[in-house]
Nanobody
């Protein structure tokens, strides 16, 4: 699976951004998808995930503000980010794996998109 992320940028606190991740190469609908992020000097952390069936899971830090969704017809997963905070500033990555799990160790994801910068100013 090849993943291509887009949609990052600079936003003021309280604003919104939508990230997209387009997949190609395999049957997208069979894969669990996730978003991770990595801030300078910090480890990569889980943000949100969606199963092949559409069930979602979120990190506590983004719950109620971010929404993950997928469009299998377009082979694309989205991350709608609302009420952005300066702490959301990071490089965001989309990732895919071929099985379901409620644990989100980055090492368990076989496929990664390129990182995209999201910067939230105060």
């Amino acid at each position: 699976v090849q993943l291509q992320a887009s949609g990052g940028g600079l936003m003021q606190a309280g604003g919104s951004l939508r990230l997209s991740c387009a997949a190609s190469g395999r049957t997208f609908s069979n894969y669990a998808m996730a978003w991770f992020r990595q801030a300078p000097g910090k480890e990569r952390e889980f943000v949100a995930a969606i199963t092949s069936g559409g069930s979602t899971d979120y990190a506590d830090s983004v719950k109620g503000r971010f929404t993950i969704s997928r469009d299998n017809a377009k082979n694309t997963v989205y991350l709608q980010m609302n009420s952005l905070k300066p702490d959301d500033t990071a490089v965001y990555y989309c990732a895919a794996r071929a099985y379901y799990s409620r644990t989100y160790n980055p090492d368990t994801f076989a496929y990664w998109g390129q990182g995209i910068q999201v910067t939230v100013s105060s």
